[in-house]
């Protein structure tokens, strides 16, 4: 049955934690995955097994001493391995920015060729304000990332490219033997493992099999000063996934838009510019960063619902919100709606604690300047399809206007 979605509280915020950083060889922890889609609960019993010597139970923790040693004044010679697809290729472009913007040397390795038609895209096509920021931008095969940078020195490397070791391995390898000091990787908080405690936080049970994990194991055993950190989804200029894009597609278009299950799972949607200080702060702390893996997230949680309601308050539009069972309809959610369809969302404890880092992500106000953006570009105007919300809407018997 199609039903408009009644008002709720949006935005859940995540109170003050205190605790210490995940040992890499934590006690395995028995886990009860939580649901996954609609309506419908399904736990499964999963044990993190004893020969696992990288933190893949979970250990929740309480806070311990640490000496932090700033080091902000130290100028560092900075390389960003940037992956060229994806959500995450924005977080390097921020990063270099505020680098750049802190007084840091950078340069931004992206993967591929500059003249391919994916650096014609975001954030691509704006990588000139990091070289009129005083910043270098090269292009080819991370593989043979010594020959690409031309022998030059760098303190630290960050990783925002590979998923698996075979790809970051060769970046892993060639920093320790040209002395680069600290080693940053971008991993992803989908590796955790579903919960029925949510949020994820820093030490709970990750997906021993997933190629971020072995890549973050590798990084731990190669590097003395390394830190690790996971994003779920984000937004900001320059992005060239979408996010709050799907929702004003259909918002401007008074289209219904269609949300799998009851819309009140939880997720968590940051400003890239929290992101790119989170990881400025690791930087500029090495000391206290070092050892660590963070959850490169805001401090706030938002229902699906919400997000909805807040994309439509943005556009200063109204939203008619359908709810529906992706397997009652027959459609893969993963195709038909952007987030993933279960509770999904994850706490930036460690940064906040260790790194005394603070998220300035606010919804309301900057999806108002992403809607900005989208109706500058003309999106709004632009001719879509939307073959898969019209096969939802029409299993619902839901009319859409013409």
């Known amino acids: 049955m199609a039903t408009l979605a009644s008002s709720s509280s949006l935005l859940l915020s995540c109170p003050p934690s205190n605790f210490s950083p995940p040992s890499l060889s934590s006690a395995p922890r028995l886990s009860l995955p939580s649901f996954s889609h609609s309506n419908a609960l399904s736990s499964s019993l999963s044990i993190s097994l ?34 060229n697809s994806g959500g995450h290729a924005i977080i390097g472009f921020y990063f270099a920015k505020e680098l750049l913007g802190s007084g840091h040397e950078v340069t931004i390795l992206t993967v591929g060729e500059e003249s391919s038609d994916k650096m ?13 920021a005083g910043g270098r931008t090269v292009w080819g095969d991370p593989a043979e990332v010594g020959k690409v940078v031309g022998g030059v020195a760098f303190d630290v490397v960050l990783d925002n490219n590979g998923k698996d070791l075979d790809t970051v391995r060769p970046v892993i390898d060639w920093a320790k033997s040209s002395g680069v000091k600290q080693f940053l990787f971008i991993s992803s908080a989908g590796i955790y493992k579903p919960t029925e405690e949510p949020p994820h936080v820093e030490g709970d049970v990750v997906k021993a099999d997933a190629g971020h994990v072995g890549v973050e194991k590798y990084i731990s055993d190669v590097f003395g000063i390394w830190s690790i950190f996971r994003p779920q989804y ?12 799907w929702f004003f597609d259909r918002i401007v278009r008074d289209r219904p838009v269609p949300i799998p299950g009851s819309g009140m799972q ?38 699906l619902d919400g997000m909805a309601k807040l994309c439509a308050q943005a556009a200063g539009r109204p939203v008619n919100i359908i709810h529906y069972d992706p397997k009652a309809v027959g459609i893969d959610a993963k195709k038909a709606f952007p987030f993933r369809n279960m509770h999904f969302y994850a706490e930036p404890r460690a940064a906040k604690d260790i ?8 919804l309301p106000e ?19 399809k939307f073959e898969i919300d019209d096969k939802i809407l029409q299993s619902l018997k839901v009319p859409v206007a013409v």
């Open 266 to 303: 939880l997720t968590n949607i940051s400003h890239t510019r929290d992101l790119s200080s989170m990881l400025t702060l690791a930087v500029e702390k090495p000391d206290a960063a070092s050892a660590n893996i963070f959850n490169c997230v805001s401090d706030r949680a938002v229902t």
């Open 234 to 245: 984000m937004i900001g200029s320059g992005n060239n996934k979408d996010c709050e894009e």
């Open 355 to 362: 790194l005394g880092w603070r998220s300035t992500t606010n």
């Open 50 to 83: 004893p020969f696992l010597t990288y933190p893949t139970s979970s250990k929740r923790f309480a806070p311990s001493a640490l000496s932090v040693r700033a080091s902000a004044t130290e100028k560092k010679k900075v390389l960003i391995v940037n992956t």
């Open 366 to 384: 900057d999806l108002k300047e992403r809607f900005d953006e989208y109706v500058r570009i003309g999106r709004d105007k632009k001719s879509l």
């Open 120 to 132: 014609k895209k975001p954030p691509f096509n704006r990588f000139s304000e990091i070289v009129s």
